[in-house]
């Protein structure tokens, strides 16, 4: 066996595994979005809360279009349903609130990413 033969099963793996941090990525993004204030995650370094938005969402967009290469229009898609989504389910909660900046935000963070995949 060639390391030629080996690329292809190697990169289809890796491609793999990276859709599933993709959609890991995602429930995280879901579970911080609507959990309690108290139990929300956050990365500790005393970062603002848009730049942890703009670094989720940044994350969320380069997993997925490295995960689906060739399905950029529908990924976008996908996370603009989330992002809408999860900004109308924070008006269920009683200790969030949603802002179309926060989602505008959001959307920038995906859409920038995204469109920089070449």
Do not use: N
């Not at 060639?2 to 429930?27: E, F, G, H, K, Y």
């Not at 380069?62 to 689906?68: D, I, R």
């Amino acid at each position: 066996m060639t390391p030629a033969d080996l690329q292809l099963p190697c990169l289809m793996l890796l491609r793999r595994s990276i859709a599933v941090l993709a959609w890991l990525t995602l429930a995280l993004i879901v579970y911080a979005t609507l959990s309690p204030i108290g139990l929300r995650p956050g990365v500790g370094t005393g970062s603002s809360v848009g730049f942890e938005r703009l670094a989720a969402y940044a994350l969320l967009g380069s997993l997925f279009v490295v995960a689906y290469p060739r399905h950029f229009i529908p990924i976008s898609i996908l996370i603009l349903g989330v992002v809408i989504s999860l900004e109308l389910l924070q008006q269920l909660t009683p200790d969030r609130h949603a802002r179309m900046a926060d989602a505008a935000q959001k959307l920038v963070a995906e859409l920038q990413v995204a469109a920089s995949r070449d």
